[in-house]
């Protein structure tokens, strides 16, 4: 009896089991993984938006002063424990500040997720700057999807 179980897990385990590429290699379709698409998910052929990141009103470009809100919605793949990393960089890519997204509804998800957050910068002058939001990968297994947003920033006024 134990050799049989023993037989029958190997049996599962096996290397001449086809697996789907396999299968696809037979039938004459050969695929290679995809390349990361500039919003950090992979562009493939199927249309997937899972790693997809929308904002509702910051424009790429727009002149903004501290404290900056900033509101969308994101993958629930995006987030860890109900938020994902922001920072503002300048153009030497020196960090000015940091802040979080946090999910405005359940994260746990491969849909959107409405997020919202604020970060508060101080500059003296115009700021060319970037701001990245990250996906939260605490597992430091793969690169996180990124989505960076150009914007100029203008000190408080007085």
Not at 120 to 125: C, I
Not at 132 to 152: N, R
Request: hydrophobic share 35%.
């Amino acid at each position: 009896m134990k050799r049989y179980l023993i037989a029958l897990a190997l049996a599962g385990c096996s290397p001449n089991m086809p697996d789907q590429q396999d299968q696809a290699a037979s039938d004459g379709e050969l695929t290679a993984p995809q390349p990361p698409d500039e919003a950090g998910g992979n562009a493939d052929s199927s249309g997937d938006v899972s790693m997809e990141l929308t904002l509702d009103e910051l424009e790429p470009g727009a002149e903004v002063t501290s404290p900056l809100s900033f509101s969308g919605s994101a993958s629930g793949l995006w987030y860890f424990e109900g938020d994902f990393p922001v920072r503002l960089v300048d153009g030497t890519g020196t960090v000015i500040a940091e802040s979080y997204a946090a999910s405005q509804s359940d994260w746990m998800t491969e849909e959107q997720v409405p997020f919202k957050g604020e970060i508060r910068f101080e500059v003296t002058e115009p700021t060319e700057a970037t701001l990245i939001f990250q996906e939260d990968d605490p597992s430091g297994m793969k690169v996180p999807a990124e989505h960076p947003v150009p914007l100029v920033l203008l000190p408080a006024e007085d």
